[in-house]
């Protein structure tokens, strides 16, 4: 499988379920979301703004996606809400076509443009590798089934704080499933208000919705 094969199959709505563990303070925390995706071509307008916001020539680029997504995590505050959209494009190198660099025009730990290194290895995982101007972020994503999509991730700040997350993801088939990842997860283990601030800053979103 190829980068755009591994996105085309990506397209259409996912439902995700996320574990994130809090390192520094041995804790987890539940989450769900709904996820969007569509693959663009080439050519498509947004990848050509991308590639030149960027300074890179377009013609390299192979495509990309969109993505979109709405969700919630167990320790969210009242006024807080997970939502939001991005469009990627892909830059394979010229001699290593299974890998390359995917530019955004904007990132999730920073909201800035950004760009990170991607390959695909002998298991048809997508692997990203992304450094941010405070943190570095290691996700690889992989596909069991055609409807079943698994990813993790593993985020240090530096100082060395970290959290690592696991997210399984299925396709949802049509409307009236509905919106997931709405309702904030069981609340009876969650930690004190104290702790909430405290991690608060690392909560993290993947490149590939949150």
């Not at 498509?44 to 377009?58: R, S, Y």
Request: aromatic share 10%; proline share 4%; charged share 25%.
């Amino acid at each position: 499988m190829d980068v755009m094969e591994f996105f085309q199959l990506s397209t259409g709505r996912w439902q995700s379920q996320r574990t994130t563990h809090h390192l520094a303070f041995k804790r987890a925390e539940a989450g769900g979301s709904e996820i969007q995706v569509e693959a663009l071509a080439a050519d498509h307008p947004k990848i050509v703004e991308i590639c030149q916001l960027h300074e890179v020539d377009p013609k390299r680029a192979i495509g990309g996606a969109f993505v979109s997504w709405h969700g919630a995590m167990g320790w969210d505050k009242d006024d807080e809400n997970h939502e939001g959209t991005t469009i990627f494009a892909l830059i394979p190198d010229a001699e290593q076509p299974q890998q390359g660099t995917l530019l955004r025009e904007r990132g999730y730990a920073e909201i800035v443009p950004v760009a990170g290194q991607y390959h695909m290895d002998d298991e048809d995982a997508l692997v990203l590798t992304t450094e941010y101007e405070t943190m570095s972020s290691i996700e690889r994503f992989w596909f069991p089934s055609p409807n079943l999509r698994m990813r993790t991730s593993t985020v240090k700040r530096f100082g060395g704080f970290a959290t690592a997350t696991f997210c399984t993801e299925s396709r949802l088939q049509d409307a009236s499933e509905g919106a997931a990842g709405r309702e904030n997860a069981n609340s009876s283990n969650l930690p004190t208000d104290t702790l909430k601030t405290a991690v608060q800053p690392a909560k993290y979103v993947s490149f590939f919705g949150w």
